[in-house]
T-cell receptor, first 115, second 114 residues
Framework: EAQVTQNPRYLITVTGKKLTVTCSQN?????MSWYRQDPGLGLRQIYY???????DKGDVPEGYKVSRKEKRNFPLILESPSPNQTSLYFC??????????????FGNGTRLTVT | KNQVEQSPQSLIILEGKNCTLQ??????????LRWYKQDTGRGPVSLTI?????NTKSNGRYTATLDADTKQSSLHITASQLSDSASYIC?????????????FGKGTSLLVTP
C-alpha cells in the first residue's frame, strides 16, 4: 500500500532533550516536506527536500533540522526542543511539486508535547 | 503574509444541506490550486486539482470552481453527509524561478450535524 509513515504518533518530552521524528515513503517520490499545524495558524512548512541531498528552509525552520540521505526517508530533528515546538507535525511527499497530477501525500501526524 | 485566504473559518450545517467554501488567493504566477480534506486526527487528502484552464471539476458530491481572473476558487458540497465533517484546506502552487512553492490557506472547519 502506497503510504507515508511517521513515527511516533505521540511523543511527550522535556525541554532540551534531543528527539527525532521519522518519516518514510514507499512511492519513490522526489519531493518530501515537513509541516507543523497549530490552531488558527493552519499548516506551516518547516523544511522541504526536492530530492536526495537537497533540502531547503520553509516558513518556520528555526529550531529544526532535517536530512535527506536516501530518497525514502526524511527525518525531522529537534536538537533542543522547547515548549513552543509543541504542535502537530505532518510529513508529506509528492512525485514532484508543480506537476499537475502530483498531490501531496501526508502521513497521519505526530503529536509532540514539550514540557 | 498569507497569500491564500479561506472563508468562512468554520461552518455548521445540517445533514443533507449544501454548502460552499471559498478560497481567494494572490499567488502569482499561478500554477495550480488543490483542495484537501483533513479528517480529525489524520493527514490531509487531496480532493481535486484546478489548473489555469479549468473552470469547474467534480469529484462525487464535491465540485470545485476556479476563476483565474478574480483569483477565486470555491468548493461546493452537495447533499452533505456526517462524514463530510472535516477541515478543508486550499493550497495554491506558485510557479517561481526557483521552482514551485506551495501556499496554504488556514482551512475551513466544517461540521455536519444530524
Amino acid at each position: 500500500e502506497a503510504q507515508v509513515t511517521q513515527n511516533p504518533r505521540y511523543l511527550i518530552t522535556v525541554t532540551g532533550k534531543k528527539l527525532t521524528v521519522t518519516c518514510s515513503q514507499n512511492m519513490n517520490h522526489e519531493y518530501m516536506s515537513w509541516y507543523r499545524q497549530d490552531p488558527g495558524l493552519g499548516l506551516r512548512q518547516i523544511y522541504y527536500s526536492m530530492n536526495v541531498e537537497v533540502t531547503d528552509k520553509g516558513d518556520v525552520p528555526e529550531g529544526y533540522k532535517v536530512s535527506r540521505k536516501e530518497k525514502r526517508n526524511f527525518p525531522l530533528i529537534l536538537e533542543s526542543p522547547s515548549p513552543n515546538q509543541t504542535s502537530l507535525y505532518f510529513c508529506a511527499s509528492s512525485f514532484r511539486v508543480g506537476i499537475h497530477n502530483s498531490p501531496l501525500h501526508f502521513g497521519n501526524g505526530t503529536r509532540l508535547t514539550v514540557t | 503574509k498569507n497569500q491564500v485566504e479561506q472563508s468562512p473559518q468554520s461552518l455548521i450545517i445540517l445533514e443533507g444541506k449544501n454548502c460552499t467554501l471559498q478560497c481567494n488567493y494572490t499567488v502569482s504566477p499561478f500554477s495550480n490550486l488543490r483542495w484537501y480534506k483533513q479528517d480529525t486526527g489524520r493527514g490531509p487528502v487531496s480532493l481535486t486539482i484546478m489548473t489555469f484552464s479549468e473552470n469547474t471539476k467534480s469529484n462525487g458530491r464535491y465540485t470545485a470552481t476556479l476563476d483565474a481572473d478574480t483569483k477565486q476558487s470555491s468548493l461546493h458540497i452537495t447533499a452533505s453527509q456526517l462524514s463530510d465533517s472535516a477541515s478543508y484546506i486550499c493550497v495554491v502552487s506558485e510557479d517561481s524561478n526557483s521552482g514551485y512553492a506551495l501556499n496554504f490557506g488556514k482551512g475551513t472547519s466544517l461540521l455536519v450535524t444530524p
